[in-house]
């Protein structure tokens, strides 16, 4: 087997565009689940119609690409009617009411607008218009990228470097202690006169808001958007990636999500070789099983990880301890 090729397989998905988004969509989560306390299991359809808003307004209605921008920017509408739901009632809420976006894109009556079960394509082109890169690919060995990945990477990365700005100033400011006292004990929060509501909304539209921008990001680097790729699983991939990193840290997000596409990928390309090499009997494992075996191993490991440090590699165990109580 070629460790070289397996582990630089590996390096270029933990620092490429895929990492990036998924780390942006999982900043806006860590605002609702890690700061706020809010059980949302629809992140994804977030992600959804923020890359729809994009295609649909370029394709469907020949609209320029910021118009696109602020349709997805829409997307926080999705969660506003569930706020007032508390634990699993607002998880069973939120994946519900994903599902049913995900449904409504793909139906018959959408497909004029949506593509249907075929979804969109070719939408993205203003966006690597404007890329200022050279063609060519940019890097060393396994490690390298082409000009439009590597100009998504400058984008995503840089989205991420800025909510980690936007999310450090906020949770350190007055409005952000409210926040995490909404997380704490929402009751004692009220009793103290804050306006719970008010506090859930606002947190719900910057982590909305986020995870919209990061399906726009996914669509523009995919040039493609088809709604069963923006399934409940998604979301699971963003709380693994959040749990992996540390729920409530800065840099959680973004540490899960490298760890993630590192280990998800190191492990599909070791899987793949090992069978094509006989180490492992086509018999045993085939080469269609490899994406189910590798989430199992990734989730074996994931399970090992949360009885060490359940905190997560960047989370603080006394503020833990301190939470049980």
């Not at 890097?139 to 995503?156: K, P």
């Not at 808001?209 to 995919?222: D, F, K, R």
């Not at 840290?249 to 998800?264: A, D, E, Q, Y």
């Amino acid at each position: 087997m070629d460790i070289l090729a397996i582990l630089g397989d590996a390096s270029r998905a933990a620092i490429g565009p895929e990492a990036a988004i998924y780390a942006l969509a999982a900043i806006g989560l860590n605002m609702h689940f890690g700061y706020t306390g809010l059980l949302n299991f629809g992140q994804v359809g977030f992600m959804l119609v923020g890359a729809y808003g994009v295609a649909v307004a370029v394709t469907t209605f020949s609209a320029p690409l910021w118009a696109g921008v602020l349709i997805g920017a829409l997307a926080l509408l999705l969660g506003i009617p569930t706020l007032r739901l508390r634990a699993d009632y607002l998880a069973i809420t939120t994946i519900a009411a994903g599902e049913i976006l995900r449904y409504a894109y793909r139906s018959n009556f959408a497909s004029p607008v949506t593509g249907g079960v075929y979804g969109l394509t070719r939408f993205a082109d203003p966006i690597y218009a404007i890329n200022p890169i050279p063609a060519g690919r940019y890097g060393f060995g396994q490690l390298s990228f082409s000009e439009r990945s590597l100009w998504i990477m400058v984008i995503s990365w840089s989205l991420v470097a800025l909510a980690c700005v936007l999310m450090f100033l906020l949770i350190r400011s007055p409005w952000g202690r409210v926040i995490r006292s909404v997380r704490e004990e929402e009751d004692a929060a009220r009793s103290l006169g804050k306006n719970v509501f008010v506090y859930r909304l606002q947190s719900l539209v910057l982590g909305g808001v986020l995870g919209a921008v990061g399906g726009m990001l996914l669509a523009a680097y995919s040039q493609a958007v088809q709604p069963d790729a923006y399934n409940p699983a998604v979301t699971f991939y963003l709380y693994t990636l959040l749990i992996l990193g540390g729920a409530g840290r800065i840099l959680g997000p973004v540490v899960g999500s490298v760890i993630f596409w590192f280990v998800v990928v190191c492990a599909d390309s070791l899987l793949r070789q090992a069978i094509g090499s006989g180490l492992i009997p086509a018999s045993l494992i085939s080469p269609t099983e490899v994406g189910a075996v590798r989430f199992a191993l990734v989730g074996a490991g994931l399970m090992f990880l949360m009885i060490y440090r359940p905190q997560g590699i960047l989370g603080d165990r006394r503020e833990m301890l301190l939470g049980d109580r």
